[in-house]
């Protein structure tokens, strides 16, 4: 007897046919972040398969819902609880967070409370006590937290690689001791305007933790060329960015130092450290003439036309540089520039306040910068727009030229 051809045919779902492993090798292959959401809005059970795979969470919630959120994304690795530094929610993240993310947030790696000014020791040690495997904290602008509480993230925490405390100014030479006996992984390292800590610190500091590549001190104003010294010599394999914006006490010294060590040495901000000069910045060109990229340098006051031509024809992966009110510069550190054969990378240059760059200069710095995106020239009393127009110099469109202030600066170099 023939079948009869309306007999129904067994259906089967894809989630008959796909296992757990399957869905989420599919959701892995999925490049774009709007697809990755899309996709958990197939079924209850995709949903599933994409919170447990999810890595990074920025979010606001208090410790009801973080509970809940760790509860959904159990393998969550990144977790960005971080405050607007101008705009703050009330009342913000807290201690008993923090105590929330501790205990249940088991595979996190990375935490950021940048600005979240509620935070005190108390979180902090909780932190400590329950995320070994912490790599990397942002607790900038986090004002109340002491040595208290960052001694017990750096003794529980010995995986860690990153950590930020700009404007934690009660952090001190006890934490760099700390650092040093038991987070010897330590690789980048932001102390911006910790003022407490001194060469005490950073000699302490590099004693156990040589693999530094990125150090900020910046206005860390009890730092001079004994800490920076001792850094560089210790970190010479490793160092690529150091900071030290506003640190007044330092100068040829450490920049000598940096020439002898780090020889790989790509960023480099010296802006305000008016006691360096010409002949250290020269040997610190020829050193690091293949691996330099970005160099602030404005204010200082000391720097001429022989360290910035020696600058320019040596370090020719320069990318970003900032001489602004560097007032002894002329036209003359630009007299090997214009022609063919003498081509710069730069990307961003700044001459704001140089009052001895002309037009003349301008014209064989623009010849030789075939890249460049961003210049500026505010308060150049012999550069103006008018007076480019009347040169005739034609800046292609693609550029932007500040000339009164009103662009906004790229932030590369803070």
Request: glycine content about 6%; charged content about 25%; some cysteine.
């Amino acid at each position: 007897m023939a079948s009869n051809q309306n007999d129904a045919v067994p259906l089967h779902s894809i989630n008959d046919n796909l296992g757990d492993d399957e869905l989420r090798a599919v959701l892995t292959r999925l490049e774009n972040q709007k697809d990755k959401e899309v996709f958990g809005l197939v079924c209850k059970r995709w949903l599933y398969i994409q919170s447990t795979e999810r890595k990074k969470l920025c979010v606001r919630a208090g410790p009801h819902m973080l509970g809940r959120i760790a509860a959904r994304f159990i393998r969550l690795r990144e977790l960005d609880l971080s405050q607007s530094v101008s705009r703050s929610f009330y009342p913000g993240v807290t201690d008993s967070d923090l105590e929330v993310i501790a205990t249940s947030f088991s595979c996190l790696r990375i935490l950021n409370l940048h600005s979240c000014k509620g935070i005190t020791d108390k979180g902090l040690a909780a932190i400590g006590s329950n995320l070994s495997s912490l790599r990397s904290l942002d607790v900038s602008y986090c004002r109340k937290i002491t040595d208290k509480g960052l001694l017990a993230v750096a003794e529980g925490c010995r995986d860690l690689r990153t950590l930020h405390l700009a404007g934690c100014r009660f952090a001190s030479d006890s934490l760099m001791k700390a650092l040093s006996n038991n987070c010897r992984n330590v690789e980048e390292l932001g102390l911006q305007g910790c003022t407490n800590i001194t060469n005490a610190g950073l000699s302490v500091l590099v004693k156990g933790c040589r693999k530094i590549k990125h150090l900020d001190v910046n206005k860390c104003s009890s730092i001079d060329d004994i800490g920076i010294s001792c850094v560089s010599e210790a970190c010479s394999l490793t160092l690529k960015t150091l900071k030290l914006l506003d640190c007044y006490k330092v100068g040829d010294d450490s920049i000598l130092s940096l020439a002898n060590y780090c020889k790989g040495l790509e960023t480099l901000v010296i802006g305000g450290c008016r006691n360096i000069s010409d002949e250290s910045m020269k040997s610190l060109a020829a050193a690091c003439s293949g691996s330099l990229k970005k160099l602030r340098m404005d204010w200082c006051l000391n720097i001429t036309d022989s360290s910035l031509d020696c600058i320019l024809s040596k370090c020719r992966k320069l990318e970003v540089l900032d001489i602004g009110c560097c007032e002894e510069v002329t036209d003359a550190a630009f007299q090997q520039l214009g022609s063919e054969n003498f081509m710069l990378g730069l990307k961003i240059l700044k001459v704001s306040n140089c009052p001895k760059i002309t037009i003349e200069g301008l014209k064989k710095l623009l010849k030789s910068c075939e890249y460049l995106e961003y210049l500026d020239v505010r308060s150049c009393p012999l550069i103006t727009k008018a007076g480019c127009e009347e040169a005739g110099i034609q800046f292609p469109e693609s550029w932007k030229i500040n000339f009164t202030g009103n662009l906004a600066e790229p932030d590369v170099l803070h």
